[in-house]
């Protein structure tokens, strides 16, 4: 990896051009976040930067109606890599985002110097609960494919890990794999208190420092990781 180059992260984007979605209503803070985002970026990630995004990038349904918000974040600055939310309905699941300037894990940089794995992820379920087999199939599905990306990058120098939802029912394989650190989305401000507790800025969990960018934690601002 070259020495210049720097990976920031900033997931949560909720953008929302051609459905007219406005985050306002869920605070004052999230007043302008798309212009806030754009300068703030440009103000922070040079240009052979690597740029992660950590889901839940368009509220669009459809994929036609994610367009002007994916071209939007390709413009970017930085190599911009993107996994998918659970808001990103409009992103068919387990492929990769297929748009220009955005790519998808398993990535490699730098002759293998740089490596990138990453999956949505899912939540514990919750014991009893009607839903729990359900999850369960979902979280251990996502285990699996996650378990692939670090493979494809297992022989990479220094490997990075991203996720949508926290990652903490993934640390055993994620630490195990060497992972420099994990970035990952989701947990808002306001959040209940028993997912608060998984917004972690920089601690190490596990042996493996985690930080969460939920882009309203972060003052819209993207997060150095490494």
């Given amino acids: 990896m070259a020495a210049a180059r720097r990976v920031w992260a900033l997931a949560d984007t909720h953008l929302g051009a051609a459905v007219g979605k406005s985050m306002d209503r869920f605070g004052d803070y999230w007043h302008g976040h798309r212009e806030k985002i754009l300068v703030n970026t440009r103000n922070t990630v040079g240009p052979e930067d690597v740029f992660l995004l950590p889901g839940d990038l368009s509220w669009a349904m459809h994929r036609r109606d994610a367009i002007m918000d994916l071209s939007f974040l390709a413009a970017l600055p930085g190599i911009k890599i993107a996994i998918k939310g659970n808001h990103d309905y409009w992103w068919e699941s387990g492929r990769p985002i297929g748009y220009p300037g ?88 306001g959040s209940l208190p028993k997912d608060e507790i998984l917004a972690v800025d920089g601690a190490l969990v596990g042996g493996v420092p985690l930080y969460c960018v939920a882009c309203d934690r972060i003052n819209f601002t993207p997060r150095r990781i490494l």
């Fill in 102 to 189: 955005l790519l998808s894990p398993p990535v490699r940089l730098g002759d293998g110097g740089l490596g990138i794995a990453g999956t949505r992820g899912w939540f514990v379920p919750e014991p009893g609960s009607e839903t729990e087999a359900a999850d369960r199939r979902v979280l251990e599905r996502e285990r699996e494919r996650l378990v692939r990306s670090l493979e494809a990058i297992a022989d990479c120098e220094t490997r990075l890990v991203m996720t949508h939802y926290p990652p903490q029912p993934f640390l055993p394989e994620i630490a195990a794999a060497g992972a420099a650190a994990v970035a990952y989305g989701h947990v808002h401000l």
